[in-house]
């Protein structure tokens, strides 16, 4: 339970800090909602979105999962996106992951691990894809790394394939996907330079007329 408190009493601390800096500040945030950004990234709780791109309270719109997966079955993750496009008017999509991550250390295992195989079947398949690469590492750990990278590029091109983001390019609105990849040793971003922003970018075969 000590824990437990420690969070409410954090959390009176940072109301009042917010209030001392800007006595408005959460009177305006109940009625400001404008993020041009949706963030998809890792549930991993190194990776807090907000602090890593310097973003405030009420800028970011975030989906969180295991291994930033945008997978096309999944209402919650698509109802997220559709939210973000349609409702709010984000102007950019971030898939963002990161090196070191759990959920692409257990994907390339062959051990089970319950509920949580069936999800990370879908990393499987990006293993699959690139199999031959992937074999051709023998560092464990570059290995995973570039699985990460690779698995980024796979969510950018299922978020693309979306009638979500090609109604939004249909209609002319402004929107830009984007791949970047978190270094916890370092803290800092890579951009993946991925940046996809009308239709013709992504195979004819996903493209919807």
């Given at each position: ?18 209030l ?7 009177r ?16 991993d ?25 945008m ?5 919650n993750c698509?109802?997220?996106l559709q939210?973000a ?17 759990g ?44 699985l ?62």
């Open positions: 339970m000590r824990l437990l408190q420690e969070c409410f009493v954090a959390n009176r601390k940072w109301a009042a800090s917010e001392r800096d800007d006595p408005e500040y959460f305006r945030l109940q009625s400001l909602h404008k993020p041009e950004m949706l963030w998809i990234g890792c549930s709780a190194r990776l807090p979105p907000n602090e890593i791109i310097g973003r405030r309270s009420g800028e970011l719109f975030v989906h969180r999962n295991v291994a930033n997966l997978v096309h079955s999944d209402l698509l109802s997220v939210f496009v349609d409702v709010l008017g984000v102007r950019h999509v971030i898939v963002c992951g990161h090196y070191g991550c959920g692409i250390e257990t994907a390339l295992d062959r051990k089970p691990h319950g509920l949580i195989d069936n999800w990370l079947r879908h990393v499987r398949d990006v293993r699959m894809a690139h199999d031959d690469e992937l074999e051709g590492i023998d560092d464990p750990v570059e290995r995973v790394n570039r990460s990278e690779l698995n980024v590029k796979a969510q950018v091109a299922n978020v693309c394939h979306t009638t979500i983001v090609q109604d939004a390019w249909r209609r002319g609105q402004e929107l830009t996907v984007h791949g970047w990849i978190y270094a916890l040793s370092d803290g800092l971003l890579r951009d993946l330079g991925l940046c996809v922003e009308r239709p013709e970018q992504i195979p004819p075969p996903y493209q919807i007329d």
